[in-house]
């Protein structure tokens, strides 16, 4: 089945520092890959999302390109602040597996002023 | 525009007794609708989905049940909690067939602490 594999946390960065988050996906059919994000105490919100190989989402500084040929969805942002600590999650959606969505463990990111 | 409310928001319940979480999305038809849970630190783990009224697939077999007894209401119910049963639920919903981006959105969330 589906499965998605993320970096494992907690990261924490000083404010102004270069994040990056690796996700990892196995799936049978052509997914669509997403980031959410996820605020002390809230749901889920999407952050971005690419639909097909070589797409890149990008939404308030962060950016991700879907990498067909290493399988990856690796999220970046150049530069961090305090307001972007959060929970993130990877996830696949893929419309042959009865619209259900696979997500990684998530991965908590603190940053430091 | 379309919203998704769920509650209540918090709530704390004793061992053996009977649960219903209530999920409502407004501003859209035939949603396809998710429960999912979050236990403390770990990611989501999906509990049931619906792709109509009265059509519900379980991922998993627990100690509870879902029910969409109306297009864009989704419950989520329990007759007798185990102290496992906590954690944090999320209700989902995504559009369906030709409109769907596989996007899904989320309501606020539920923590729900069985003691």
């Known amino acids: 089945g589906d499965s998605v594999t993320q970096m494992e946390g907690p990261v924490t960065l000083s404010e102004e520092a270069f994040l990056t988050i690796n996700c990892t996906y196995t799936a049978t059919g052509y997914p669509s890959l997403f980031w959410y994000v996820q605020y002390p105490g809230e749901g889920l919100q999407l952050l971005l999302k690419?639909?097909?190989?070589?797409d890149k989402g990008s939404n308030k500084g962060f950016e991700a390109t879907y990498r067909k040929e290493t399988t990856s969805f690796h999220l970046e942002k150049g530069s961090v602040q305090v307001s972007d600590s959060a929970v993130y999650f990877c996830a696949l959606s893929d419309r042959t597996n009865a619209g259900k969505s696979t997500f990684g463990d998530g991965t908590t990111l603190t940053v430091k002023p | 525009s379309q919203t998704i409310h769920q509650w209540p928001a918090t709530l704390v319940q004793p061992v053996g007794s009977p649960l219903s979480l209530e999920c409502t999305v407004e501003g859209t038809s035939n949603p396809n609708l998710y429960w999912y849970r979050q236990a403390a630190g770990r990611g989501l783990q999906l509990l049931f989905y619906s792709v109509g009224i009265g059509q519900i697939s379980s991922e998993v077999p627990q100690n509870l049940s879902a029910s969409r007894p109306q297009d864009r209401q989704f419950i989520l119910s329990s007759k007798k909690l185990l102290l496992s049963d906590s954690g944090f639920y999320l209700c989902a919903w995504r559009r369906e067939g030709g409109w769907d981006t596989g996007e899904l959105f989320f309501g606020e969330g539920s923590r729900l602490t069985v003691l």
């Open positions: 690419a639909t097909k190989a070589d």
